[in-house]
């Protein structure tokens, strides 16, 4: 269960982000947001949570996330899994790219 202090900045920042269409704002409140979680999942492992005016980056010892501004969005860790209960779907415009030591399909 989150404690009432993320909770409550949860709240505040949804209501923020309905309310307020500048960016600006929307950025500083997804950024509490997301410094909350940090803070709240902390001590379950230790993990960093920065932000600059182009990128936010959450990271956990070799793992990280980083949303960049142009959209660019990296998952960085030593193993990386999706699971879904439901389709997975890749789409690009440009070319998708899988490297590997092996590469195997069902």
Do not use: C, Y
């Not at 997975?88 to 092996?102: E, F, N, S």
Request: glycine residues 6%.
């Amino acid at each position: 269960m989150f404690s009432p202090k993320f909770a409550m900045t949860l709240r505040s920042s949804l209501i923020a982000l309905k309310q307020d269409r500048a960016p600006g704002p929307s950025v500083v409140a997804i950024t509490q947001v997301l410094q909350a979680l940090s803070d709240e999942l902390n001590h379950l492992a230790p993990i960093s949570l920065s932000s600059s005016g182009s990128e936010i980056q959450i990271a956990s010892g070799p793992a990280a996330l980083t949303l960049k501004s142009d959209g660019t969005v990296a998952i960085t860790g030593s193993t990386v899994s999706i699971n879904a209960t439901r389709d997975v779907a890749v789409k690009a415009t440009g070319d998708v790219v899988i490297k590997g030591q092996r590469v195997t399909t069902n």
